[in-house]
Every structure is written in C-alpha cells, then in structure tokens.
C-alpha cells in the first residue's frame, strides 16, 4: 500500500517533470507529530488545520490544492472544511489516493503540459 509520503513525492517529481512552465507549487507542512510547544509555536505563526498537501500557484491570481490520502483514509472534519471554503472562494480542490487521480485531475486544471 502506498503511503501519503511516497504519493506526495512522486506527484512532486511528476509536476517537476511535466508541469507546464512558470507555474509553481508548494507542500504545507502540516502533518506529523510535534511537541505541544511546537504546534503551539505553528499555530501563532498561521499553520491552520485542514489545510490541503500542496498547493499549486496558477495564472491570472488562482490557486489549486490538492489533498494526499493513501486509499482507506478520508477526509477528517478540518479538511472537509477547508475543501468547503476553496469551493465557496472558487479554488479547485481535489482529493487524490493514487498517482493516476493526481494526473488527471493536473491535466484537467491545465498544470501538466
């Protein structure tokens, strides 16, 4: 079974690769375990839980967010919230398990050539 760590690294390598040119992307590191005083720190800094893996900047201002979940694990109630406010903001947002979803949801939003 693939991990959501190892999907997040080919997915990266696979838009290094094959993302058309000046777009840019970006994981948001808020997964792990820390300690109570390190999430503390985080949190006063902006970390916001729900916030999807990665982000992808687009053209004209947009910007996409792609959710990693390896198959069996779902989306918890934060994330589910923040998919709610890239919907009622307009910003695409997918949930992806595999590889292959991740293409193809890039190709449909116009990131890989």
């Not at 390598?13 to 390190?38: C, H, Q, T, V, Y």
Request: with cysteine; net charge positive; glycine share 8%.
């Amino acid at each position: 079974m693939t991990s959501e760590h190892s999907l997040q690294v080919r997915l990266l390598k696979k838009l290094d690769e094959e993302a058309k040119p000046d777009l840019f992307w970006f994981a948001i590191p808020n997964a792990g375990r820390r300690s109570l005083r390190m999430g503390a720190h985080m949190k006063h800094e902006g970390l916001k839980s729900g916030v999807a893996d990665l982000c992808i900047m687009l053209p004209a201002g947009r910007a996409a967010w792609l959710e990693l979940k390896k198959p069996g694990n779902y989306q918890t109630i934060e994330q589910k919230g923040f998919a709610a406010r890239c919907a009622r903001l307009d910003h695409p947002y997918a949930v992806v398990k595999t590889l292959e979803q991740a293409v193809s949801i890039l190709k449909e939003w116009g990131v890989l050539k």
